[in-house]
């Protein structure tokens, strides 16, 4: 079998029939297929249709309500919006609050988002270019489960916690930065594992806290945070404010119900707005033009922007669509076939 080319609204067409076929509801599938689509359109390949068999798995464990209808849970004067997602999926909870948080943090200034008992495993940067594209700067963050070892100690404590911000630009692609705040995604890891490649050096320990370079070593022992004390420190933020803050699970608790890190964790996810006219008015300058200043000012130096990789891919999937090899069209017509009997 070759390489195929497909548009992305026909790779969509394919995820949507497995989703479906898995037993997801039409409300669940789409925003599901459109986020795993929009991943590998973007070159984001740990969280673009790699992630299809983790979502069946976890269907399949029943640790995921496939048919969750998600419901908003706050008042309608709070700037405080929440979403139970009802077990379901966080993509569609989050499609369910957007237009809710855009309009309270348009009204104060500042808003959030929360969403519970959601199952989460997309990249962020869904989540805050969507917030972007009306006008706001937006930072997102969620626990995970619980795989990274803080700094300095052997036992997998926290989650690789994704954090994530975005910046609106009117004439360009958003300022936008999205990171594991381990050293990489739980993801990378499970990809070099599949190529058969080394890890580099400083990214895990194995389970008697020696440093490993093996896959299999660092899967069953535990992955270290960017940045040392920093990522350490930031990821613990995310078990504060987007776990215990927010009522849901942190990353160690995530662990404990789904018993596994073979299956996409249930907790929760915080999403942050905020209106830059709101918070420089009276002060001198347009806070946009200011950005774009500092932007250029960045890329002047010789430095590229956060993202930008993403979206020179993004443009070039849109203009000739996304390549799959023979073994990921294998996968999907294996996952399309087979339903969940396809995966353990
Ligand atoms: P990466 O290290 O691949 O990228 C981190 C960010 O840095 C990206 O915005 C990237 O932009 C940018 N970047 C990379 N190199 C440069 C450079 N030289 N100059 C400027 N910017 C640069 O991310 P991770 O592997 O840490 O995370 C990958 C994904 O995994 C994220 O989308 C994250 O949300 C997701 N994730 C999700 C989890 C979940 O529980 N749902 C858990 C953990 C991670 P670019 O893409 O353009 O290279
Ligand atoms: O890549 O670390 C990861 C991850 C965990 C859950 C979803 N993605």
């Excluded at 379901?88 to 519970?116: D, S, T, Y």
């Excluded at 995970?144 to 997998?156: D, E, L, M």
């Amino acid at each position: 079998m070759e390489d195929v080319r497909l548009s992305k609204s026909e790779l969509n067409s394919r995820v949507m029939a497995i989703l479906l076929k898995a037993g997801l509801s039409e409300f669940q599938a789409k925003s599901v297929a459109d986020v795993i689509v929009a991943g590998e359109a973007d070159g984001a390949k740990s969280h673009g249709i790699y992630r299809l068999d983790g979502v069946l798995r976890t269907v399949k464990a029943g640790k995921v309500n496939p048919a969750a209808t998600a419901h908003v849970d706050s008042s309608e004067t709070s700037a405080i919006v929440k979403v139970n997602a009802g077990g379901g999926f966080a993509n569609p909870a989050f499609e369910l609050g957007l237009p809710q948080l855009v309009e309270r943090a348009n009204k104060f200034g500042i808003a959030a988002l929360v969403i519970n008992d959601c199952t989460h495993f997309s990249a962020l940067w869904w989540e805050v270019e969507a917030v972007t594209r009306h006008g706001l700067a937006c930072l997102a963050m969620c626990p995970s489960y619980a795989t990274v070892a803080p700094t300095g100690g052997s036992k997998p404590l926290l989650g690789t916690n994704p954090f994530a911000f975005g910046w609106p630009r009117s004439e360009a692609f958003p300022y936008v930065f999205d990171f594991a705040t381990s050293v990489a995604a739980r993801g990378e890891i499970e990809l070099h594992r599949r190529a058969g490649k080394l890890l580099p050096e400083g990214w895990a320990i194995d389970p008697d806290g020696n440093p490993t370079t093996e896959p299999e070593a660092a899967l069953a022992g535990a992955m270290l945070p960017f940045g040392g004390h920093k990522g350490s420190s930031i990821g613990t933020m995310i078990e504060l404010l987007a776990g215990i803050m927010i009522g849901d699970l942190t990353s160690s608790e995530a662990l404990d119900y789904l018993g596994t890190t073979t299956l996409a964790p249930l907790h929760g996810e915080l999403v942050i707005a905020m209106s830059p006219q709101a918070f420089a008015a009276g002060r001198t300058g347009d806070p946009f033009a200011r950005a774009e200043m500092l932007f250029d000012a960045i890329v002047g130096s010789g430095a590229r922007l956060p993202s930008q990789r993403r979206f020179t891919a993004r443009q070039k999937s849109d203009a000739e669509g996304i390549v799959l090899t023979a073994a990921e069209t294998e996968q999907l017509e294996r996952l399309l076939d087979k339903g969940l009997d396809a995966v353990a």
